[in-house]
């Protein structure tokens, strides 16, 4: 039993040590929870190809074609789901993008990443609200999530997707 108790302190600490176990959680969720355009917290959950949002717990109104959330860079930007592409097209106010991830920002700061997951996301915390974003933390996520699927799965999706989309 005394083994089994070290084995097991051991392995913590050897996963504790690594940074993108220690701050990169990674799931699969019915609904993206995310820092609205005014501040609140909203979260938007797939109907069919279109969304439906709510507040506080309650349901804000129709499903939409398309929802606003604060991006990464602070600025509202608005998503929408483009079937034949398979993609979101996000506008940025200055551009529209299309890409296979939404980066977002939640209530607390921190940056997220999420893409479709069937009827769902697959999210991902890229930064806490005081971490920078750079290449090298992008790659070691992108390390961390293949490490964490040994099949293939949304985790190793993402992970192909953050090697070979530009993050700004």
């Not at 509202?76 to 993008?97: I, M, N």
């Not at 069937?118 to 790659?139: H, L, M």
Request: charged fraction near 25%; glycine fraction near 8%.
């Amino acid at each position: 039993m005394r083994i089994a108790s070290w084995a097991v302190a051991g392995v913590l600490t050897i996963l504790g040590t690594t940074t993108a176990f220690a701050t990169t959680p990674a799931f699969e969720d019915n609904k993206l929870n995310f820092k609205g355009c005014d501040g609140a917290q909203v979260s938007v959950r797939w109907l069919g190809d279109d969304f439906q949002l709510s507040a506080g717990g309650k349901v804000l109104g129709k499903e939409r074609a398309s929802f606003e959330f604060v991006g990464w860079n602070g600025k509202c930007s608005t998503a929408r789901w483009v079937t034949d592409q398979a993609k979101f097209a996000v506008d940025a106010g200055e551009s529209v993008s299309s890409s296979s991830m939404v980066r977002f920002m939640a209530v607390d700061g921190s940056r997220w990443i999420a893409m479709r997951d069937g009827d769902g996301f697959f999210v991902a915390r890229i930064a806490a609200n005081d971490e920078e974003i750079s290449s090298p933390r992008i790659t070691e996520i992108a390390a961390w999530l293949e490490r964490s699927s040994k099949e293939y799965g949304p985790s190793r999706t993402l992970a192909k997707h953050l090697k070979t989309e530009v993050i700004d």
